[in-house]
C-alpha cells in the first residue's frame, strides 16, 4: 500500500477511534448494554448543597447570604476525559495545496491465484465450565462504592452587633438505588462483591446565635438520603466465588431549632425532620462450593441530632424545637418460609460456604433540649424522636457440607442521650423537652447443619443498653426547673434456631444476650438558689430470644451454651440542697430482659442435646436520696424496675449417651439504696415508693431415659439481695422520710430430672446459695429531729424443688444442698440530744432449695441478748415487730412516745443517772438461748416524770439550742 493510503487509512482509524471513546464516556449513564457486564469497580459520592435563607445581623443592617444550589459528584463516570491532540492531525483548515494527492495505479491489477485446499482441523477439546460471565475479564466480580450526602443549611441567624431575622420552608433530598447482580456459579474467584452504601444527609435548620445583637429564626423543613440496592449473587459449585462483603450505613446529622446569645436576645422556632436509607437486602447461594456463597453484612443506623439547646451569657436564649431523625441501615427481603430477611444464603454440601455474619449497630445518638445561663435566662421546650432499625433475620443452610451455614449474629441498639437538663449560674433557665426513641438491631437467626460436619452452627451477641443523662437541675445563685418525658426502646436480636440430625458437631448454638440501662436522671442539686426537677421515663431494654437445637443420632450436635445478662444501673430523684433549696420528682418504670428459652434435643446422639447456661441479673439502683447543708431537699419517687436474664431450660438425650444434660450457674442480685437522708443544718423530706424485681434462670427438665449419662441436671443457684433504706446521719438537722420498697429476687428454679431404664442418668443435683443483708431504719444524729416512716418487703427465692426419678444404676437421685442467711442492720438509734422516731413494718424472708433460710442474724431492733445465739432454726421469717430494748434501766429508744424525760428542760441541767443493780447469774441448768429475766432483781428507775407524748419531747431541742444561744 503507497504511504498516502495508509496515513489516510490511520488517520481515519485515530479520528473515530477517539470520537466514538469521547461520546461513550460523556453518554455513559445513558449506555445500558444488558449484554455487556458490569464494570468491576463503580462508585460515586453525591453532595447535593442547597443554603438558602441565612441572614447575619450587623450594627449597618441586616445581611442576607446568597442561596446556593449546587451538586458536587464524584465517580467514575466524571474521570477526566482524553482530549483529542488537534494539533498533529491535519483539519479542514489546511490549504488544499498541502493535502497529499493520491497516485492512481495506470495499470490493471493482477489476476489472484486461486485458493489452496486447507486440511481439515482436528476437533476443538470441551470448554471448562465457567461461569456466565463471557466477555467479562473481571469473572463478575464487583467493587461499589456509593455515598448520597445531600445538605441543607437553611434559616438560619446569626446576629453580630445588629439583630438578624429570618423565615424559611423547604424540602432537600438526594438518591440513589445502585443495584447489584452477578453471578459466580461454578467460577473460581467469581462472582464477589464488595460494596459500600451510605446515605449521610445533613440539615443545619433554623439555628439563632447571637452576640450583642438580636437573633430569630424560623424553620419548617425536611432532608432525605438514600443511598439503596439489593446486592445478589450466586457461588453455587464455585471456589471462592459468590461471596458477599457489605458496609451500609444511615447516619443522618440533623442541628436545628438551637439558641445561644450573649448581651442580647435569640429565638429559634423549627419544626425540622431528616432521614436516610442504605442498603438493600443481601442474597447469595453457595451450595456445593467451597469457601463460596459466604455472607457479611455492616448494617449502621446511627443519627446524630443536636437540636432544641438555649445557652445564654448576659443575655436571653428561648427556643422550641418539634425534630424526628430517622435511620435504617440496610435492607430486607422475603426468603426461606417468606420471612423478610436481612441476609439469606445457602452452603449446603459445600466446603466453609453459606455464612451469614450481620453486626447490625442501631445507635441513634440525641443531645438535645438543654438549657443553661450564666447571668441570663435561658428557655427550651419542645420534643425529638429517634427511630432507627440495622439488619434484619439471617438465614442460611450447611446441611452436608463441612463447616458451612455458620451464624454469626451480633447487634447492638445502644441508644445514648444528654437530655433536657439545665443548668444556671445567677440566672433562670427551664427546661421542658420530650424525646422518645424506637431502636432495633437485627433480628433472629436460623440455619441447619444435618448431615454435616461442623456445619449449621449459630451464634449471635445482642446487646440493648441505652444510656441517659437526662432531665437533671443544677443551681448557683439562679433557678434552674426542668419537667420533661423520656420514653426508650431498644431491642437487639431475637429468636436463634438451629438442628444438627445425623450430624458430627453440627447444629450446636452459642448466645451471650446483654440487656440494661445506664442513665443518671431526674436529680437536682443548688447551691444558694433553686433547682426543681420533675420528669417521668419509660425504659425498655430487650436483647436475645429462645434458643432452640434440634439433633436425632448426631456426634457432639445441637448442644447449646447461654450466657444471658441483665444489669439497668440508674442514679435518679436525688436532691440535695445547699444554702437553697431542692426538689426531685420522678416516675420511673424500667424494664431489662435478655435471653429466653432453652431447648436442646440430642435423641439417640452421642455428647449431644446438652445446655451449658449462666444467666445473670444485677440491677443496681439509688433513688430517692436527699441531703442538705443550711437548704432545703424535697425527694419524691415511684415506679418499679425489673431485670430478667434467661429462663426455663429443656434438655432431652433420650437412648443417648452424655445427651441431653442440663449445667447450669444461674445468679440474680440487687443493690438498693434508697430514700436516705443526710440532713446538716437543714431539712430534708423524702417520699418513695419504688419496686424491683431481679430474676434470672427459670426451671430445669432434662429427660435420659434408656440412655447412658444422660438428662443429667447439675445446678448452682445464687441469689444477694441488699438494701440499704430509710437511714438517716445528720447533725443539727431534719428529717422526714416516708418510703415503701418492695425488694424480690429469683434464681433459678425447680429441677426435674428422668432417667429410666439407664445408667447414671436423670440425677438431679441443686446447691443453691442465698444471702440477704439489710440495713434499714437506722439513725446517727446530733441535735436533730428525725422520723422514719417505712414499710418494706423483701423476698428472695434461689432454687427450687429437686425431683428425680429413674431405674437402672446410679440414675434418679436427687440432691438437694441448700444454704440460706439472712443479716442485717435494724432500727439503730444513735441520737445525741436528738429526737428520732422509727415507724417500720418490715418483713425479710429468704426461701433457698424450698427451705426456709438457715441462718438469720439479725442487729439493732431485735437484738441478740448476751447470751443468745443466732437462730439457726429454719426460722420461716423474721420477726415483724422489734423487740424491746433488753438494757436494764435505760428507756426503749425506739418510740419517742415510751421515753422518760431525760432532763428539766427549765434549768438545762441533767439528772443523775439511776444506779443499775448487780445481775444475778442465771441458772446454767436453765440455759435456753434467752436470758432468764424472771430472776433478775427489778431495777431501780429514776424518779423522774413520764414523758406523755411527742409534744413533751421537744424540751430537748429547746433545750440544746437554748444553751446554744446562751453559748
Request: glycine share 16%; proline share 7%.
Amino acid at each position: 500500500m503507497r504511504t498516502w493510503a495508509k496515513r489516510g487509512l490511520q488517520t481515519a482509524l485515530v479520528t473515530g477511534g477517539l470520537l466514538l471513546l469521547g461520546t461513550g464516556i460523556a453518554s455513559a449513564d445513558e449506555n445500558v448494554d444488558p449484554d455487556r457486564p458490569a464494570s468491576p469497580l463503580d462508585g460515586s459520592i453525591r453532595v447535593p448543597i442547597d443554603l438558602h435563607d441565612n441572614a447575619i445581623g450587623t450594627p449597618g443592617g441586616q445581611i442576607d447570604i446568597p442561596d446556593v444550589k449546587h451538586e458536587v459528584k464524584i465517580g467514575t463516570d466524571s474521570l477526566p476525559k482524553p482530549e483529542l491532540p488537534t494539533e498533529q492531525l491535519p483539519t479542514s483548515e489546511l490549504p488544499a495545496a498541502d493535502l497529499p494527492k493520491p497516485e492512481l495505479p495506470t495499470q490493471e491489477l493482477p489476476d489472484a491465484p486461486a485458493p489452496k485446499q486447507l486440511p481439515a482441523a482436528p476437533p476443538a477439546p470441551p470448554a471448562p465450565a465457567v461461569p456466565d460471565v463471557a466477555g467479562d475479564p473481571a469473572m463478575g466480580n464487583q467493587v461499589i462504592g456509593d455515598a448520597v450526602v445531600p445538605v441543607e443549611i437553611a434559616g438560619n441567624a446569626l446576629a453580630l452587633g445588629g439583630p438578624a431575622e429570618v423565615e424559611s420552608t423547604s424540602k432537600h433530598s438526594a438518591a440513589e438505588e445502585v443495584p447489584v447482580t452477578t453471578d459466580g456459579s461454578g467460577g473460581f474467584l467469581a462472582g464477589n462483591v464488595a460494596a459500600l452504601q451510605w446515605a449521610a444527609p445533613v440539615q443545619i435548620t433554623g439555628n439563632a446565635l447571637g452576640l450583642a445583637g438580636d437573633a430569630t429564626a424560623t424553620t419548617s423543613g425536611s432532608t432525605h438520603g438514600e443511598s439503596t440496592g439489593d446486592l445478589e449473587t450466586s457461588g453455587g459449585g464455585g471456589f471462592l466465588a459468590g461471596n458477599i462483603l457489605a458496609g451500609q450505613a444511615a447516619t443522618p446529622l440533623q442541628i436545628s431549632g438551637n439558641a445561644a446569645n450573649a448581651f442580647g436576645s435569640s429565638i429559634a422556632r423549627s419544626t425540622d425532620e431528616i432521614s436516610a436509607d442504605g442498603g438493600g437486602a443481601l442474597i447469595s447461594d453457595g451450595e456445593g462450593g467451597a469457601g463460596s456463597g459466604n455472607v457479611a453484612g455492616l448494617p449502621v443506623a446511627m443519627p446524630f441530632e443536636f437540636n432544641g439547646q438555649a445557652l445564654s451569657a448576659l443575655g436571653n436564649a428561648d427556643s422550641e424545637t418539634h425534630t424526628t431523625a430517622e435511620a435504617t441501615g440496610g435492607g430486607k427481603r422475603p426468603a426461606k418460609n417468606d420471612i423478610p430477611s436481612y441476609i439469606h444464603t445457602s452452603g449446603k454440601d459445600g466446603i466453609l460456604a453459606g455464612t451469614a455474619a450481620g453486626g447490625a449497630i442501631s445507635n441513634p445518638a440525641t443531645v438535645t433540649g438543654q438549657a443553661g445561663s450564666l447571668a441570663g435566662n435561658a428557655f427550651t421546650v419542645g420534643d425529638t424522636g429517634s427511630m432507627t432499625e440495622a439488619g434484619g433475620f439471617l438465614d442460611t443452610t450447611g446441611e452436608g457440607g463441612f463447616g458451612s451455614g455458620t451464624v454469626l449474629n451480633p447487634n447492638w441498639s445502644i441508644p445514648a442521650g444528654v437530655i433536657s437538663n439545665a443548668l444556671t449560674g445567677g440566672g433562670n433557665v427551664e427546661s421542658s423537652h420530650d424525646n422518645w426513641v424506637d431502636s432495633v438491631a437485627g433480628d433472629g437467626s436460623y440455619t441447619t447443619g444435618n448431615g454435616g460436619v461442623g456445619s449449621g452452627t449459630n451464634l449471635s451477641n445482642p446487646v440493648a443498653w441505652p444510656a441517659d443523662v437526662y432531665a437533671n437541675a443544677g443551681s448557683v445563685l439562679g433557678n434552674a426547673n426542668v419537667d420533661p418525658h423520656n420514653d426508650v426502646h431498644a431491642q437487639s436480636g431475637g429468636y436463634n434456631g438451629t438442628s444438627g440430625d445425623a450430624s458430627l458437631a453440627g447444629g450446636n448454638a452459642g448466645s451471650v444476650p446483654i440487656a440494661g440501662s445506664t442513665e443518671g436522671f431526674g436529680n437536682a442539686g443548688t447551691l444558694a438558689g433553686n433547682a426543681s426537677t420533675e420528669t417521668t421515663e419509660t425504659k425498655v431494654s430487650e436483647a436475645g430470644g429462645d434458643t432452640n437445637t434440634d439433633d436425632d443420632a448426631g456426634v457432639l450436635a445441637a448442644n447449646i451454651a447461654e450466657a444471658a445478662g441483665g444489669a439497668p444501673i440508674q442514679a435518679f430523684a436525688q436532691s440535695v440542697g445547699v444554702l437553697g433549696s431542692s426538689k426531685a420528682m420522678v416516675d420511673s418504670d424500667s424494664v431489662a430482659e435478655s435471653g429466653g428459652k432453652t431447648n436442646a434435643v440430642g435423641v439417640g446422639g452421642l455428647g449431644s442435646g446438652n445446655i451449658a447456661k449462666s444467666p445473670v441479673s444485677v440491677p443496681i439502683q439509688v433513688l430517692g436520696n436527699g441531703g442538705s447543708a443550711f437548704g432545703n431537699a424535697i425527694s419524691e419517687t415511684a415506679g418499679t424496675t425489673d431485670s430478667i436474664a434467661g429462663d426455663d431450660a429443656s434438655a432431652d438425650g433420650t437412648s443417648g449417651a452424655f445427651s441431653g444434660n442440663i449445667f447450669a450457674l444461674p445468679g440474680a442480685a440487687a443493690a438498693h439504696l434508697m430514700a436516705n437522708s443526710v440532713p446538716v443544718a437543714g431539712s430534708v423530706d423524702g417520699t418513695a415508693d419504688h419496686a424491683v424485681h431481679t430474676q434470672s434462670g427459670g426451671s430445669n427438665t432434662a429427660a435420659g431415659d434408656s440412655g447412658t449419662f444422660a438428662g443429667n441436671i447439675v445446678t448452682g443457684e445464687g441469689l444477694g439481695l441488699g438494701e440499704g433504706s430509710a437511714n438517716t446521719v445528720g447533725a443539727l438537722g431534719n428529717s422526714n422520710t416516708s418510703n415503701t420498697s418492695a425488694l424480690t429476687g429469683i434464681s433459678g428454679g425447680d429441677n426435674t430430672a428422668s432417667g429410666m431404664d439407664s445408667t447414671v442418668s436423670g440425677n438431679a443435683i441443686s446447691a443453691p446459695v442465698g444471702v440477704i443483708a439489710e440495713a434499714v431504719a437506722n439513725i446517727v444524729t446530733l441535735g436533730s429531729n428525725t422520723k422514719n416512716s417505712t414499710v418494706g418487703d423483701t423476698q428472695g427465692t434461689s432454687g427450687g424443688s429437686v425431683e428425680a426419678v429413674g431405674s437402672g444404676p446410679f440414675s434418679g437421685t436427687p440432691v438437694n444442698m441448700p444454704v440460706g442467711v439472712i443479716g442485717g442492720l435494724y432500727e439503730v438509734p444513735l441520737g445525741v440530744l436528738s429526737n428520732s422516731i422509727n415507724e417500720v413494718d418490715k418483713t425479710t424472708e429468704l426461701e433457698v432449695g424450698g427451705q426456709p433460710a438457715q441462718v438469720e442474724m439479725p442487729l439493732g431492733g431485735d437484738p441478740m441478748g448476751a447470751t443468745e445465739l443466732p437462730n439457726l432454726a429454719n426460722a420461716a421469717a423474721m420477726a415483724k415487730a422489734p423487740a424491746q430494748s433488753r438494757s436494764a434501766h435505760l428507756p426503749d429508744a425506739t418510740n419517742v412516745a415510751e421515753l422518760d424525760m431525760l432532763w428539766d428542760s427549765s434549768n438545762g441541767e441533767l439528772p443523775e443517772l439511776p444506779v443499775q443493780q448487780q445481775l444475778r447469774a442465771p441458772d446454767a441448768g436453765r440455759f435456753t438461748g434467752e436470758l432468764p429475766t424472771e430472776e433478775l432483781t427489778s431495777p431501780i428507775h429514776a424518779d423522774i416524770p413520764a414523758l406523755q407524748d411527742l409534744q413533751d419531747a421537744s424540751g430537748l431541742s429547746d433545750w440544746f439550742f437554748g444553751m446554744a444561744n446562751k453559748a
